[in-house]
């Protein structure tokens, strides 16, 4: 059984279908990335797995439950982990304390002991342990004193990496995770990505147009062009197929022909 799928997964916004009918599983310990040219439906097939929309038709599932009727936290407590939007975030806080909370909401129920004060001074320094090496690992250390809302844009990406670490999910979903960060800061986020790769229970799913990056990464590569999946395969053969070429590399002659689903 396959960890996480999705069953003709549909979404119409009037009378466009902007994810049609994909059906597709994805394996722990694989990390796929999602290709296709902009307005394929990439970020839209992301928000319909995470539950931040609805879909038209099909399902989502995870572990072989399924997650329709759940809404976005719902699917979060069940094990998928999509970053945060920053807005969700309490910006007078500090890194630290953003950090630390994210780490307390994923073991629910284990840090209330009772008002026991000596319990709940160990459980904060666990907590605390916990979140400063997340940022150790997105190197935001140094900056864990400092509100979130003060922090520069590539910093603010960071951040919501560590967010997602802390819930430790079974299915890590990225989407286009060093956007807009600078040449220093992408190869923390993509280093961080090859160390979640190392552990075999995780499944990883990104949406990435770099396609250096897609290459070194991906275990498999799936494609979405007009909603729909075109092609499915190892990344070789399928960077190497014409929808991809014509995306991302700007060949002549667009076409999907010649993709296997
Ligand atoms: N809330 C919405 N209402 C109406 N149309 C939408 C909505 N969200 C997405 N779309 C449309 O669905 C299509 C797919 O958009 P989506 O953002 O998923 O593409 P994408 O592959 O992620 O593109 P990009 O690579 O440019 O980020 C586009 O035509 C987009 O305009």
Redesign the pocket.
Known sequence: MSLLATQDLTIR??G?V??DAVTCSFEPGTLTAIV????????????LISGQ?KASAGRVSLNGRDLSGLSASQRTRAGLGRAFQLTNLFPRLSVLENVRLAVQASREGSHRRGLNLLSIWSDHEALTARAREILEQVALLPKQDELVSALPHGDQRKLEVALLMALEPQVFMF??PTAGMNAAEAPVILDLIRRLKADKRKTILL?E?KMDVVRELADRIIV?HN?ALVADGKPAEVIALPVVQEAYLGASSPSAEGAHP
């Open positions: 916004f009037g466009h902007a994810v296709g040219p902009n307005g394929a439906g990439k970020t839209t097939y992301f928000n929309l989407d286009e949406v147009h979405l909603g």
